[in-house]
């Protein structure tokens, strides 16, 4: 949902914030894309509405378009059906829709409670806003809550990170995806960065405030299972998870990117030219093919995100490669510096390895 | 056309100031005469080199004939010889003037006189030429013609007053250039029937042919089965074909006196056809040479290793490739603890070697790494023997070392007088001594120096140039050899020496080279998972220190929503880089170290 009712300070994804009068023909257009789908032998585990601002159209199109997902494929019976939301657009009325059309998990981005990280970042809403939200989501009969937070803001503190965190524990949120801040080339921040209006965040108090929070979360029961994801037993996200275990996925919309039948393609990011309509087919043909060795790199940067790594088995399967042979000198070069481990067939990075995992997976991937 | 009719024969150049429109009215004439029909025209179709239409810059000289009826009903030959527009091959641009008989001096007519138009108009002046003033791109909205034709009055002293107004760009009144050439530019003199007498002002290599010298013939003519020999150093060779460019090689019969054309005699080397010598005849041999031949000597050095070390076969190809076409080029194998194996090569400055590195890198696709630029040093040692230095690594240890002697250079600088302060400042922080200064009239000087080499081939041609707004030229020869207090800043990274970062540099100069160094290795240099001290020092003495802290965080945040293209593009970028690395004991170095610590200032 490329629809936005203001620009984030931070964001550089595709979204509009002056077109929300195409958002029907937008929703012709991406069932027509979903239609032109070959659904034989498929059925769908996961659906995840993000933007943009899903909640900031009329629900009745999501309830169209989820409709039509259920039309064409079968929904599996335990399928994750999410939708990302912000504080501002969250309306009772539209919380009771979106569960009776069978949404069960929120993605609220609320990012922080501190009024002034909340206005750096450009955000609409301010804190009781986001609160107000929470528990309304949670009236609404939804359990499966997530909490968009970030860190590494100008101006933030430490103390204004743990009692974001302090305040979602006790909200009794399931799934905390905690963030730090990228300064994207083309947002607002990163020029009042480079113009020296604001002053970024250097890299040790990043790293203080990531391992602060590391403790808290733990402390409180929410498990890491990916660098910036943390959630109570059982509620992780699927369909983040299908991404990092390279799943194949459908995207749909406007900027979409999918990956199916191994092949990696994209839909246009201009929304005009997407409300002309798109040709699954010609997009895909013309996407990238995932050979071997792109396959490993894959893996390596995907897998190792997540705190149980690497399948070995699932590796060679995957690329004809063994990794630990093919890697052997640099694995043992990795585990001497205490970034990476071990054990039950499977390599993965430790706390310490996470913070520089660029590194880790760069050295690597230089063999594939 | 008959060939070799003196009369009907103009041999001339075009000389201007960098982007007055020289190459783009060499397209013009081209295109006019019929050489080139519109539709094949690449613009600045003599600059072939990629490299030199880019830079705007012509690099080696080419030579075209053009057949021309003047308005006068006669039928003219007339050979435009072009000529590269930079103080690092001054000699050669010296040669190509001497091959003709006239120049046109093109001046913007906005921009007006500036230094190279004044420093090359001289250097014509000085190889007796008749020159044509010519103002072009009087199409534009700033142009003031008139003003530009009393500046060239006042200023250089030439007659404008028929100076043809042109635009090259749209073709306007090109034709009146080509009736210049005609009317003003006098025919070749020269005596046919005396011993042969052949400026070579250019050469290239063909893969089929050999050497070909592109020559002027002065005295005397040539015919295939001729034997000819190079005056220089007596070698001898059978001329296998003969002929111009027109501007593909066309094959003749005979060349005259006052030709321009090549010739072909299956010359294996292309020392053998330097530019500035003089060939002649084996049965009927000219006493004298003509005048101004000299050797070329390569006056700077640096190692060039491939970036990646498998590559050095094709490395050495490469440089052998590019030696064929330049004679100026050496290079010998030589290794580095640091570096591997490469090459120590030797250039006539440093835009020969800008020129080197990049043709290395585009037409042979090849990554290489430079070693800090070097001259030639001689030391004279305790025991009483002298050597030449020009690695810095070979510098014997400084208890072993009498004194050491540095190359010196004779510098002449144009400037308006305006700029003499900032020119002399600068000078005198590159260790110049004043010699002296001389007004060639009332706002011009020239400004007298001698200056050590190694002050000025890094950058020393590029600050006078912005320092003076472009206005200063310069022109240098060398001046034999002057005791300096010399020393050997090494660079130590992680406690070990990088052999291909010492250099060796004046003791003054050391404390803020050094510095400046360690700071910018610190800003290029990757942080790593340890920490990293950066020092440099001479000899035992560390004389600054940075260090580079350990790598804390290095890691993406987040995946974007199900689109990895853009992680894994980055990381093929990554990939590239770390290609280019090179691993100094347990610390990773990229390539452009070593070209970003030579930048200074």
Known sequence: MPYCVKKCAYCDFVSYTDRFSTANEYCDTVIDELMQYDAHGYSVETVFFGGGTPSAVAPEIIMRILSAIGQKYSLANNAEITLECNPCTLTEDKLCKYRSYGINRLSIGVQSFDDNVLKILGRVHDANTA??????????????????????VPHQTEKSLSDAIDECASFGVRHISLYSLILEDGTRLKRDVDCGALCAVDDDTDRGMYHTALKMLKEKGYLQYEVSNFAKPGYESRHNTAYWERKEYIGLGCAAHSFFGNKRYSNTEKLDEYLNGIDVRANMLGGTLVDKNSAAEEILMLALRMNKGIDLTRFSEDTGFELLEKCAGTIAKLKSEGLIELSCNRLYATDKGRDVLNYVILELAQYF | MPVGCNENVRNFCIIAHIDHGKSTLADRLLERTGLIAKRDMVDQILDSMDLEREKGITIKSQAVRLNYKARNGKDYILNLIDTPGHVDFTYEVSRSLAACEGALLVVDASQGIEAQTLANAYLAIENNLEIVP?????????????????????????????????????????????????????????????????????????????????????????????????????????????????????????????????????????KDTTVGDTITKQSNKAKEPLPGY?????????????????????????????????????????????????????????????????????????????????????????NGNEIELSNPTNMPDAS????????????????????????????????????????????????????????????????????????????YELHGYQRADLVKLDILLNGDIIDAFSMIIHKDKSYSKGRFVAQKLKEVIPQQMFEIPIQAAIG??????????????????????????????????????????????????????????????
């Open chain 1, 131 to 152: 609160r107000k939200s929470i528990e309304s989501a949670k009236k609404s009969g939804f359990d499966n809550i997530n909490v968009d937070l970030m860190f590494a």
């Open chain 2, 134 to 270: 010519v103002i072009n791109k009087v199409d534009l909205p700033s142009a003031e013609p008139e003003r530009v034709r009393t500046e060239i009055e006042d200023v250089i002293g030439l007659d404008a007053s028929m100076a043809p107004l042109i635009s090259a760009k749209t073709g306007l009144n090109i034709d009146e250039v080509l009736e210049c050439i005609v009317n003003y530019i006098p025919a070749p003199s020269g005596d046919e029937n005396a011993p042969l007498r052949a400026l070579i002002f250019d050469s290239f290599y063909d893969a089929y042919k050999g050497a070909i010298a592109y020559v002027r013939i002065k005295d005397g003519s040539v015919q295939v089965g001729d034997n000819i020999i190079m005056m220089s150093n007596g070698h001898s060779f059978e001329v296998t074909e003969i002929g111009y460019f027109e501007p593909t090689m066309t094959p003749c019969n005979v060349l005259k006196a006052g030709d321009v054309g090549y010739i072909c005699a299956s010359i294996k080397n292309v």
């Open chain 2, 294 to 382: 000299r050797e070329v000597q390569p006056m700077v050095f640096a190692g060039f290793y491939p970036a990646d070390g498998s590559n050095y076969d094709a490395l050495r190809d490469a440089l052998e490739k590019l030696k064929l076409n330049d004679a100026a080029l050496t290079f010998e194998a030589e290794t580095s603890t640091a570096l591997g194996f490469g090459f120590r090569c030797g250039f006539l400055g440093l835009l020969h070697m800008d020129i080197i590195q990049e043709r290395i890198d585009r037409e042979f696709n090849l990554d290489i790494v430079t070693t800090s630029p070097s001259v030639i040093y001689k030391v004279k040692l305790t």
């Open chain 2, 400 to 475: 072993e070392i009498e004194y050491m002697e540095e190359p010196i250079v004779a510098a002449n600088i144009m400037t308006p007088n305006e700029f003499v302060g900032p020119i002399m400042e600068l000078c005198q922080d590159r260790r110049g001594q004043y010699v002296d200064m001389e007004y060639m009239e009332e706002n011009r000087v020239i400004l007298k120096y001698i200056l050590p080499l190694n002050e000025i081939i890094y950058d020393f041609f590029d600050i006078l140039k912005s320092r003076t707004k472009g206005y200063a030229s310069l022109d």
């Open chain 2, 540 to 601: 035992n003495k560390v004389i600054a220190r940075e260090t580079i802290r350990a790598l804390r965080k290095d890691v993406l945040a987040k995946c974007y929503g199900g689109d990895i293209t853009r992680k894994k593009k980055l990381l093929e970028k990554q990939k590239e880089g770390k290609k280019k690395m090179r691993q100094f004991g347990t610390v990773e170095v990229p390539a452009e170290a070593f070209m970003a610590v030579l930048k200074f200032e």
